[in-house]
């Protein structure tokens, strides 16, 4: 225990464009400690999600029907994130059923690219009425999809 209290955290107050810098650097190391510009971002985003999305990559971890599906469900899962999925309004977007949609919400969670949290209140009757809510894993995918930047990140008039 002495060791622990002999560390001394030191953190830095952070600004409005320094926490978007961490919200567009996302978590993964290649990304953290590689270039920290949003060319370098955007092709390593773009290239893992390439791969990861690639049909045969898909095909190997589930049994889809459509694999045209995965990479603008996770489009539509990205500009929702911590929103609650509602699978019928998914399913009408994106011209599918709800049974594809469901089977590709779970693809998309064991590829690791989307979690899916179940619904939590403090009472169980409101539990049951309400739906898990989706996260993407990594905020720089999220931003790479929704062509987001640190600079639009920061910039609240950016935004509508």
Known sequence: MQALN???LH???IDREGYAELVASGGFPEVVLGPSTGRFRGA???SYLDTVLAPANIEQV???RRTDIPRPLLA???ARSAN???VADLARELRADEGTIRANLETLETLCLVRALPAWTTSRMNRA???AVAHLVDTALAC????ETAQSLADPSSHH
């Open 6 to 8: 002999s560390w001394r």
């Open 44 to 46: 390593w985003c773009r």
């Open 129 to 131: 009425k309400r739906r």
């Open 84 to 86: 609650e999925i509602v």
């Open 62 to 64: 589930a049994e889809v």
């Open 76 to 78: 539509h899962l990205a």
């Open 144 to 147: 790479q999809i929704l062509g």
């Open 11 to 13: 953190c830095e107050p």
